[in-house]
């Protein structure tokens, strides 16, 4: 069965500091992953994408990780701003099917001044 | 530029009653759309998704039943509400050569 951890389940840091989250998956054969974030009552909006080859990829103060040979993933928020409290969500795609996403449950993240 | 729209963004419903949740795209054409449903810590539920008019596919038995009644229009609906119903209703859609979906901004169900 396909499945995406997450690690912590949440987070609180102060504002400027830098924090990462971990992403774990069983999901096989493996196509690509992404990061998403959601702001609290809205849609996910990507972050990151990152397919077999691509072992890191950043997007502003966001670098994702890959590590396709021991199925982990981080995602390192650097120098936190208020505006970067959401929840950080893991997504995996299957080769196989694609349309089918493997969703993890998610990292709160709460920044505080 | 792709939009996708939800509505409503709120609704609170007594258990018994029928629900209708519209989900809309602009920008595109022959979307592959999705319904799902989130669940207060847990990852998102895939519900429904669509490949073209009139295509539904199901992915868990439930209460819910899913409509395609235009290219990009999908609508979730049920003739009667249960209390296990309640959730953040997300619709999405996608090219139909790329896995990349796009979010909606959701709907929050309250059943009471």
């Known amino acids: 069965k396909n499945q995406v951890e997450q690690s912590p389940q949440s987070l609180i840091i102060l504002e400027g500091k830098n924090c990462t989250l971990q992403?774990?998956?069983?999901?096989?054969?493996?196509?690509?992953l992404r990061w998403y974030k959601q702001d609290t009552g809205r849609g996910p909006v990507s972050l990151t994408i990152m397919t077999f080859s691509e072992n890191t990829k950043s997007n502003g103060r966001y670098t994702a990780t890959l590590d396709a040979d021991t199925k982990q993933s981080s995602l390192h928020i650097t120098a936190s701003q208020l505006s970067d409290s959401a929840s950080y969500i893991c997504?995996?795609?299957?080769?196989?099917?694609?349309?089918?996403?493997?969703f993890g449950a998610g990292t709160t993240v709460t920044v505080r001044a | 530029s792709q939009t996708i729209h939800q509505w409503p963004a709120t609704l609170v419903q007594p258990v018994g009653s029928p629900l209708s949740l519209e989900c809309t795209v602009e920008g595109t054409s022959n979307p592959n759309l999705y319904w799902y449903r989130q669940a207060a810590g847990r990852g998102l539920q895939l519900l429904f998704y669509?490949?073209?008019?009139?295509?539904i596919s199901s992915e868990v038995p439930q209460n819910l039943s899913a409509s395609r009644p235009q290219d990009r229009q999908f609508i979730l609906s049920s003739k009667k509400l249960l209390l296990s119903d309640s959730g953040f209703y997300l619709c999405a859609w996608s090219r139909g050569d790329r896995n990349e979906q796009f979010f909606g901004p959701g709907t929050r169900l309250t059943v009471l």
């Open positions: 997504v995996v795609s299957a080769r196989s099917n694609d349309y089918k996403l493997s």
């Open positions: 669509s490949v073209g008019i009139g295509q």
């Open positions: 992403c774990n998956y069983t999901v096989s054969p493996f196509s690509n």
